[in-house]
């Protein structure tokens, strides 16, 4: 019967020990996936900085590239300002010059009747 207890006493030394060695194994799994989590944690804040870093970067820029087309948008509404202006300008060049054309001929024509007249009067 002794041998049976001494048989028995030693299986369950080596069941208790499996479990130790299972528990050891248990808690390093444990650790490490302590250790995995702290890592994935600190590396989502690293994220969340960066994509806020980003969106302020993007924010930042839309608003330079907001300012500049109200910017553009001014300059081409001068620029629009400025070629009615130069074609009214050109139209009213036009205008003189015809108008000094037509004199010009019409004084002509008078000079002409002038010295015809006078021609007819001698």
Avoid: F, I, M, P
Wanted: aromatic share 0%; charged share 35%.
């Amino acid at each position: 019967r002794e041998s049976s207890l001494t048989r028995r006493n030693a299986a369950l030394v080596r069941r208790e020990a499996a479990l130790t060695r299972r528990v050891a194994t248990l808690e390093q799994s444990r650790e490490q996936l302590d250790q995995s989590r702290e890592h994935l944690l600190e590396s989502d804040k690293h994220l969340l900085q960066s994509r806020q870093q980003q969106e302020r970067r993007v924010t930042a820029q839309d608003r330079q590239l907001t300012s500049q087309a109200r910017q553009l948008t001014s300059q081409a509404h001068q620029l629009q300002a400025d070629l009615h202006l130069q074609t009214q300008t050109r139209a009213l060049q036009a205008s003189l010059a015809a108008e000094t054309r037509r004199e010009a001929h019409a004084e002509q024509g008078e000079k002409r009747l002038e010295r015809r007249a006078g021609r007819e009067a001698a």
